[in-house]
């Protein structure tokens, strides 16, 4: 009981951190870096020609630019995030801001069976409303700068390296607020609760309509870390990632 008192005192207020890189880098998939973002794909290559490709132009890649003074000093991570009361009514999450007024949210529901919407997931604890976590990370204008000025001075290749690497580290700073405000919800809830919590992000397949930004935005007031947002709600930097996170067992990605 004294454990759900405290957590009461945090409820509706949006907190901002700094992430330090080294945070950032222990979570970093190089797999998924090497792949996805710098297109060192095994495509129709052999297990040894793919091996040697990796070790010779990937993972060199990566440690030079962990050591470049350039580049280490652009990647500025920043996070908000806050916990808000929320309660759901049919397709509609209807959360609390600080002041008790109502933001509601609109997600759609599958068509076909198992006919799944996002509410389905908000499940209320014993003594109150569910809560919702939402946030935003970025980092920050220094490292789009340093890619714009290795774009004009026609260092493509550098320049499609870092950018790579800022949009993964990008996720990474989501993943590190996933697990500190999992870890923070978890300290004022029983253990035998605790579950990892699946993240959403508004424009993905469960909750398409970017337009909820704007919402997210007036909940969390993420200028305060320099985000802002474009007429087609896409966030200014580039690099950043927001969105909230359902703790249900039973909650997972779907599409619509």
């Known amino acids: 009981m004294e454990n759900k008192e405290k957590f009461k005192n945090l409820i509706g207020k949006a907190q901002v951190v700094d992430i330090p890189t080294k945070e950032l880098f222990d979570v970093l998939s190089s797999k998924v870096l090497f792949e996805?973002?710098?297109g060192f794909s095994k495509a129709n290559l052999s297990e040894e020609e793919y091996k040697s490709i990796i070790e010779n132009k990937a993972k060199p890649a990566l440690e030079k630019l962990k050591k470049q003074e350039?580049?280490?000093?652009?990647?500025?991570?920043?996070?908000?995030?806050?916990f808000f009361p929320c309660?759901?009514?049919?397709?509609?999450?209807?959360v609390f801001d600080s002041n008790n007024k109502t933001v509601p949210f609109d997600f759609p529901r599958q068509k076909q069976s198992p006919n799944l919407c996002i509410t389905d997931f908000i499940q209320k604890n014993s003594d109150s409303?569910?809560?919702?976590?939402?946030?935003?990370?970025?980092?920050?204008?220094?490292?789009i700068e340093e890619e714009k000025k290795l774009f004009e001075e026609n260092s493509y290749y550098n320049y499609h390296l870092l950018h790579g690497l800022g949009a993964e580290m990008a996720d990474c700073g989501a993943q590190c607020i996933h697990k500190r405000i999992r870890d923070e919800f978890f300290q004022y809830f029983s253990e035998k609760e605790n579950t990892g919590g699946c993240r959403y992000s508004f424009g993905y397949p469960s909750?398409?309509?970017l337009a909820c930004q704007l919402k997210l935005f007036e909940l969390?007031?993420?200028?305060?870390?320099?985000?802002?947002l474009t007429e087609s709600y896409q966030m200014v930097p580039e690099l950043s990632v927001s969105g909230f996170?359902?703790?249900?067992?039973r909650a997972k990605y779907f599409s619509i």
């Not at 969390?220 to 802002?228: K, M, V």
């Open 36 to 38: 996805a973002r710098w």
């Open 70 to 82: 350039e580049v280490l000093p652009t990647i500025e991570c920043k996070a908000i995030y806050g």
């Open 87 to 94: 309660e759901s009514e049919g397709n509609r999450l209807i």
């Open 129 to 143: 409303k569910a809560i919702i976590p939402f946030f935003a990370v970025t980092l920050g204008n220094k490292i």
């Open 207 to 209: 909750c398409p309509d």
């Open 220 to 228: 969390l007031g993420p200028s305060r870390i320099g985000l802002s």
């Open 245 to 249: 996170i359902i703790f249900n067992k």
